[in-house]
Nanobody, 125 residues
Framework: QLQLVESGGGLVQPGGSLRLSCSASEGTLNIDHMTWFRQTPGKEREYVAAITWGNGATYYDWSVQGRFIVSRDIAKNTLYLQMNHLQPTDTAVYYC??????????????????WGQGTQVTVSD
């Protein structure tokens, strides 16, 4: 059973940057893609960015396009999310997820096989 552990969250001022990491407990050879989601209280978990594990193709939600960068290090079994120009609306618990197969969309949270426990990101003065 693949286990995912996020790290790197914290408190940052508007305009600042953070880098999140998501470490996998074992090899990721069977993973098709990994994705970052985020969630605020009372709202559905929302898609942020995805990366195909094999060729590294990246995809972003419009709300983070141009500010966030998703990447992966296959040798380290680690997913990253570089977040720049952070805004208070980016405040959320951020989760990483992994899927064994592509279901036709990266945005469907129910299509993922593995989830991390989440890391809090707070953007505030």
């Amino acid at each position: 059973q693949l286990q995912l552990v996020e790290s790197g969250g914290g408190l940052v001022q508007p305009g600042g940057s953070l880098r999140l990491s998501c470490s996998a407990s074992e090899g990721t050879l069977n993973i098709d893609h990994m994705t970052w989601f985020r969630q605020t209280p009372g709202k559905e978990r929302e898609y942020v960015a995805a990366i195909t594990w094999g060729n590294g193709a990246t995809y972003y939600d419009w709300s983070v396009q141009g500010r966030f960068i998703v990447s992966r290090d296959i040798a380290k079994n680690t997913l990253y999310l570089q977040m720049n120009h952070l805004q208070p609306t980016d405040t959320a618990v951020y989760y990483c997820a992994a899927a064994n197969y592509y279901s036709g969309s990266y945005q469907r949270s129910y299509s993922y096989d593995y989830w991390g426990q989440g890391t809090q990101v707070t953007v505030s003065d």
